[in-house]
């Protein structure tokens, strides 16, 4: 039996990862650590799916987010709300950088990373003008 939802590749990579984290500290069964590691393997598959050439790079990225970084849930709201308001193009284009831009030392590290897409790079200055602003609608 198969269901869907329609969630922005942000947001459950975020909750993912604090729900892997948390079962460090919640009290849990097998079964809880089967399905959290049923849900990783189907999120990988769609991640490799969904952005194809870019689709190991995109894991990669997933799971360097940091679930202890006290602030990772806070910059979900700018991210979500950037990935929200890209077209579905941008999205498959930018979305290594917005990934690469929940680092804890992004800001002090955008402005020394070398290559060729600075342009599809997420600047501090674009991150902090979407914080706290209303999603726009993702045209799914």
């Known amino acids: 039996m198969r269901y869907g939802a329609q969630i922005l590749w942000p947001v459950v990579l975020v909750q993912q990862r604090v729900l892997r984290a948390s ?8 079964k809880h650590q ?5 849900l990783e393997a ?5 991640l490799m799916e969904d952005f194809a050439r870019q689709g190991a ?3 990669e990225r997933w799971q360097r987010l940091d679930p202890l970084d006290p602030d990772l849930l806070n910059k979900l709201d700018s991210r979500g709300a950037i990935f929200s308001s890209w077209t579905k193009a941008e999205r498959r284009r930018r979305f290594l950088n917005l ?3 929940f680092d804890p030392i992004y800001d002090f590290t ?3 990373r070398p290559g060729n ?3 599809e790079r997420l600047s501090p200055s674009e ?6 602003a209303e999603w726009p609608d993702p045209r799914w």
Do not use: K, N, P
């Not at 089967?34 to 049923?38: D, K, L, P, R, V």
């Not at 189907?42 to 769609?46: P, S």
């Not at 991150?127 to 706290?132: F, M, P, T």
């Open 127 to 132: 991150l902090a003008a979407w914080e706290h």
């Open 117 to 119: 897409t600075a342009a």
């Open 57 to 59: 790079a995109a894991v």
């Open 42 to 46: 189907v999120l990988e598959d769609a």
């Open 34 to 38: 089967a399905i959290t590691y049923a």
């Open 110 to 112: 955008y402005s020394l």
């Open 23 to 30: 079962l460090a500290y919640l009290d849990h069964s097998r």
């Open 99 to 101: 990934l690469d831009s």
